[in-house]
C-alpha cells in the first residue's frame, strides 16, 4: 500500500520542471529536486479504505541566490498546484548520509487507497 501512494503522488509530479525521486538515498539535487517521501497512516474508511498524507520536499543543494530562490520557490508551485496542495512552508531537509541540513519547501498532500 505505501508503494501505491508514493507511486500515485510520483505519477502527478511527471510534468514538473525538476527530477523527482523518491529514494532519499538516490536524491541529486542539481541544483534543485523534487523528493516524495514516506507515506503516514491519517485514517481508515469504510470498506477497507486508507487515508495517508505523503510529504513532497522540493530540495536545493546549492546556496541560495535570488535566481535560484525564485527557482525553487517556482517549482515548489508546480508541484502544489500538479498535487492540488494549497499551501508549502519552507524549512530544511536534512540529508541521510552527511546529515547537512539543505533548504527545502515540503507539502503534504493526502491520498485514499482501497486495501
Not at 481508515?44 to 522540493?58: C, E, L
Not at 515548489?76 to 498535487?83: G, I, R, V
Request: net charge negative.
Amino acid at each position: 500500500m505505501i508503494r501505491e501512494a508514493i507511486d500515485f503522488v510520483e505519477a502527478r509530479l511527471v510534468n514538473v520542471s525538476g527530477p523527482v525521486f523518491t529514494d532519499p538515498a538516490t536524491l541529486y539535487a542539481d541544483p534543485l529536486a523534487v523528493l516524495v517521501g514516506v507515506p503516514e497512516l491519517a485514517g481508515r474508511g469504510f470498506g477497507g479504505t486508507f487515508t495517508v498524507t505523503v510529504p513532497v520536499h522540493v530540495i536545493c543543494a546549492e546556496a541560495l541566490t535570488a535566481d535560484l530562490r525564485d527557482l525553487m520557490f517556482d517549482l515548489a508551485l508546480e508541484c502544489a498546484e500538479a498535487l492540488e496542495v494549497p499551501t508549502f512552508d519552507l524549512d530544511g531537509w536534512t540529508t541521510p548520509t552527511n546529515q547537512s541540513e539543505l533548504p527545502a519547501y515540503t507539502m503534504q498532500t493526502t491520498v485514499t487507497l482501497e486495501a
